[in-house]
């Protein structure tokens, strides 16, 4: 099956810094990812579409200048939260489609980002 | 837009025993709809889905029933077991998930040994 691989797992971070996530398809290249955001016990909120070679597309109420996203190729799609606070600690979910099938969705494993 | 209602929120059954969560949508324009398994600490993984034009999809202890007029599928396991505890999240789409997926509210499954 297809597989999307997130990385880091886990990041803790002082307030202020900024941290980058990546999120790979291994096995397929993917036109579209997609980030969530999940709180405990709640379901993926999305944040944003990421598109190769264009601008993401953020959801209304996600700063984009606060969560950067790069999809600079077609199996790397990266979000960066800058300047990071305590209330940005969450799970972040990347989740990507096969371009050359384009349906099916597949999800990384997840980045528990913890800010100090 | 789109909106995923999930019931019920936590469900616990005994090994064996079938489990079954059920979910409605609200926009008659969705057409595909998959079921995700999230287990704690983990992505989600996409168990089983269905398209619009089928009724009912199976795979081998899971199986998932669509009824396009009264807006709501299912998910099915029989023969639960303590391996099938997690978090799963129904969603719906209009185009076959390169839209952006609706999830629902998510469903804690746990089977006891």
């Known amino acids: 099956g297809a597989v999307v691989s997130q990385h880091p797992s886990r990041v803790i971070c002082k307030s202020g810094t900024s941290v980058k996530i990546e999120c790979r398809s291994l096995d397929f290249q993917a036109t579209t990812m997609f980030w969530y955001r999940q709180f405990p016990k709640q379901s993926l909120m999305l944040m944003a579409t990421s598109n190769e070679g264009s601008k993401a597309t953020y959801e209304q109420g996600v700063e984009k200048d606060k969560f950067l996203i790069n999809h600079a190729s077609l199996t790397l799609s990266t979000l960066t939260v800058t300047s990071a606070h305590p209330e940005d600690s969450s799970f972040y979910i990347c989740?990507?489609?096969?371009?050359?099938?384009?349906?099916?969705?597949?999800f990384g494993s997840g980045t528990q980002l913890s800010v100090l | 837009g789109e909106n995923v209602e999930q019931h019920p929120s936590t469900l616990s059954v005994q090994e064996g025993d079938s489990a079954v969560i059920k979910c409605t949508y609200s926009?008659?324009?969705?057409?595909?709809f998959p079921w995700y398994k999230q287990e704690l600490g983990k992505g989600p993984q996409l168990i089983i889905d269905i398209r619009s034009n089928v009724g009912e999809k199976k795979d081998q202890r899971i199986a998932v029933t669509l009824n396009k007029t009264a807006k709501h599928f299912s998910l099915h396991i029989t023969e639960t077991q303590p391996e099938d505890s997690a978090v799963y999240f129904c969603?719906?789409?209009?185009?076959?998930?390169?839209?952006?997926?609706?999830f629902g509210k998510g469903t804690k499954l746990t089977v006891n040994p």
């Open positions: 926009d008659s324009a969705s057409n595909y």
């Open positions: 989740s990507a489609i096969p371009t050359a099938i384009n349906e099916k969705l597949f």
């Open positions: 969603a719906a789409s209009t185009q076959g998930g390169s839209e952006k997926l609706v």
